[in-house]
């Protein structure tokens, strides 16, 4: 990899997961570090990491406490991260959460000042984010470069909406063989997902219209 100076100073892998709704999953942590800056980050995966084979489900996860840990519904972020380990439980495959990518890397603060801007003003995500901090998107994708590197994986099924994650890990060296989407099928998120499409040039195919009382079901399901 070209010019990434993250470097891995410690791990550990292959903790079974003990969640009935994800059976034969393992989780592991990986702590890298630039300079003095240090960050730990998740990784859930099955069946193990040396049987993954070529090309593996690889999902770059960002973290989102709003939605994940107190079940927000502004973004579609935790059902992207269900549908992502509904996948890999499904075949096979690896999850990299990075805590450090609250907000877009903004962090949360800024990113409950972006919701009250929101909420107030009936601005976009993008737009409040802007106003609030001038930038809309902090996060990289150095750590999961190294982590990839390091479990031997170079050719991956890419699970994201996001065409700029691709084309990072391709300009890193790394052959995405597939992009898998994951698409929030709840309703209420249309207009959101749309400003994605528009601000950050994520492709999103929105089909049939969803079945919107579904989705929320299945997502409360989770979250319950
Ligand atoms: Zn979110």
Excluded at 178 to 192: D, N
Aim: with cysteine; hydrophobic share 40%.
């Amino acid at each position: 990899m070209n010019g990434i100076r993250y470097k891995i100073v410690d791990k550990v892998m292959d903790v079974p997961l003990q969640n009935p709704s994800y059976p034969g999953f393992f989780m592991g942590a990986y702590k890298t570090a630039m300079a003095s800056w240090v960050a730990e980050h998740a990784l859930i995966y099955r069946p193990s990491i040396e049987t993954l084979g070529d090309a593996p489900l690889v999902r770059i996860n960002s973290a989102c406490f709003t939605g994940d840990i107190f079940g927000d519904r502004r973004c579609d972020c935790t059902e992207q991260m269900f549908s992502a380990l509904d996948l890999i439980g499904e075949s096979a495959g690896l999850l990299i959460y990075h805590f450090h990518h609250e907000g877009r890397g903004l962090g949360f603060t800024s990113k409950l000042e972006t919701y009250k801007k929101m909420d107030a003003e009936g601005v976009s995500t993008f737009c409040a984010m802007r106003e609030v901090s001038n930038r809309n998107d902090l996060r990289t994708y150095a750590s999961s470069m190294v982590i990839l590197e390091d479990l031997g994986i170079t050719r991956l099924r890419l699970m994201t909406n996001n065409p700029l994650k691709k084309q990072v890990l391709e300009e890193n060296g790394f052959e995405v063989v597939e992009t898998v989407p994951i698409v929030s099928k709840r309703k209420e998120l249309k207009s959101y997902l749309k400003s994605k499409c528009a601000e950050q040039g994520h492709l999103i195919d929105f089909g049939e219209e969803s079945s919107g009382d579904a989705a929320e079901a299945s997502l409360w399901k989770r979250m319950a």
